[in-house]
């Protein structure tokens, strides 16, 4: 994965990531500027070019990786909570542009006080993989299209308050489960057991086997909701589910060799969190 070259001091990513996030955001003072004469394209661009001088100047590699990677996200969730305010068919587009950055920003952020040691630039997970950037484009030009051809479809606002509802309720258990797992979550797979790597059963784990998926299933799922996309709705719902089956049965291999009987038992107890899906099959 990629990362930092150097070790940082304990805890100086997450701080270098939040004020560079909050520098970003600050692009929600944009409409003091073109109150004071700037026209608005142009004051974007003028604070954007400051914004990367500025990073340059105060950062070097690898910091400035993490640096201009957080200011990005904290921009688009400044320009998402412009929009969310504006008066326009667009405001809901901004609810997801703010739910969207925070999403991948905090996936760093929670790795980089929680388990630092897996920490790297992969954390933003803005790279995540072929098939979720195809997901992403769909979803924008879906709305797009439907937001010139049938506005009033994108103003159910009942709706799509739901599918904020279904962001905020994924993304707070999957950042629970982040929390309650400790050094034991991964971004990635783990196929070899590590000499601290322990079972963990308590908090949102007692409730079910898999909250980090489960939080990342319903987030997407109410992404789309709150866009009133239809077909990437249904697409996400198909494709997300075949994900995480694949990925939960592949997890379990793992967790199964690593903790034998007592990952059995716990299978045993506790499900999965996900609909009709119950994890590797275990021959009797």
């Given at each position: 994965?990629?990362?930092?070259?150097?070790?940082?001091?304990?805890?100086?990513e997450?701080?270098?990531?939040?004020?560079?996030?909050?520098?970003?955001?600050?692009?929600?003072?944009?409409?003091?500027?073109?109150?004071?004469?700037?026209?608005?394209?142009?004051?974007?661009?003028?604070?954007?070019?400051?914004?990367?001088?500025?990073?340059?100047?105060?950062?070097?590699?690898?910091?400035?990786?993490?640096?201009?990677?957080?200011?990005?996200?904290?921009?688009?969730?400044?320009?998402?909570?412009?929009?969310?305010?504006?008066?326009?068919?667009?405001?809901h587009?901004?609810?997801?542009m703010?739910?969207?950055?925070?999403?991948?920003?905090?996936?760093?952020?929670?790795?980089?006080?929680?388990?630092?040691?897996?920490l790297?630039l992969?954390?933003?997970?803005?790279?995540?993989?072929?098939?979720?950037?195809?997901?992403?484009?769909?979803?924008?030009?879906?709305?797009?299209?439907?937001?010139?051809?049938?506005?009033?479809?994108?103003?159910?606002?009942?709706?799509?308050?739901?599918?904020?509802?279904?962001?905020?309720?994924?993304?707070?258990l999957?950042?629970?489960?982040?929390?309650?797992?400790?050094?034991?979550?991964?971004?990635?797979?783990?196929?070899?057991?590590?000499?601290?790597?322990?079972?963990?059963?308590?908090?949102?784990?007692?409730?079910?086997?898999?909250?980090?998926?489960?939080?990342?299933?319903y987030?997407?799922?109410?992404?789309?909701?709150?866009?009133?996309?239809?077909?990437?709705?249904?697409?996400?719902?198909?494709?997300?589910?075949?994900?995480?089956?694949?990925?939960?049965?592949?997890?379990?291999?793992?967790?199964?060799?690593?903790?034998?009987?007592?990952?059995?038992?716990?299978?045993?107890r506790?499900?999965?969190?996900?609909?009709?899906?119950?994890?590797?099959?275990?021959?009797?």
């Amino acid at each position: 994965m990629a990362g930092c070259a150097a070790r940082a001091p304990p805890g100086s990513e997450a701080r270098l990531s939040l004020a560079t996030f909050l520098l970003g955001a600050s692009v929600l003072a944009l409409p003091l500027l073109t109150r004071a004469g700037l026209q608005g394209r142009t004051g974007l661009a003028l604070y954007v070019a400051g914004l990367n001088a500025l990073l340059l100047l105060l950062y070097r590699p690898p910091r400035y990786q993490i640096a201009i990677r957080a200011c990005f996200l904290g921009f688009v969730f400044g320009c998402g909570m412009l929009l969310s305010f504006s008066q326009s068919s667009w405001n809901h587009f901004g609810w997801y542009m703010c739910s969207l950055s925070l999403f991948h920003y905090s996936e760093y952020l929670v790795t980089a006080v929680n388990n630092p040691k897996s920490l790297s630039l992969d954390s933003f997970l803005l790279n995540h993989s072929l098939e979720y950037t195809v997901a992403a484009l769909s979803s924008w030009i879906e709305f797009t299209l439907e937001n010139i051809f049938w506005p009033e479809l994108k103003q159910v606002t009942w709706l799509s308050v739901t599918g904020l509802l279904m962001v905020v309720f994924g993304e707070c258990l999957r950042k629970a489960a982040m929390f309650t797992a400790g050094s034991n979550f991964n971004h990635v797979v783990q196929n070899e057991k590590s000499d601290t790597h322990t079972l963990v059963t308590s908090g949102v784990y007692a409730w079910f086997r898999h909250p980090s998926y489960v939080g990342w299933f319903y987030w997407s799922i109410g992404t789309q909701v709150m866009l009133c996309n239809p077909i990437c709705g249904i697409g996400y719902a198909l494709t997300v589910w075949r994900f995480f089956r694949d990925r939960i049965e592949e997890e379990e291999i793992s967790l199964i060799h690593f903790f034998g009987e007592e990952y059995l038992e716990y299978k045993k107890r506790v499900p999965t969190g996900l609909p009709f899906i119950k994890g590797v099959k275990v021959a009797l």
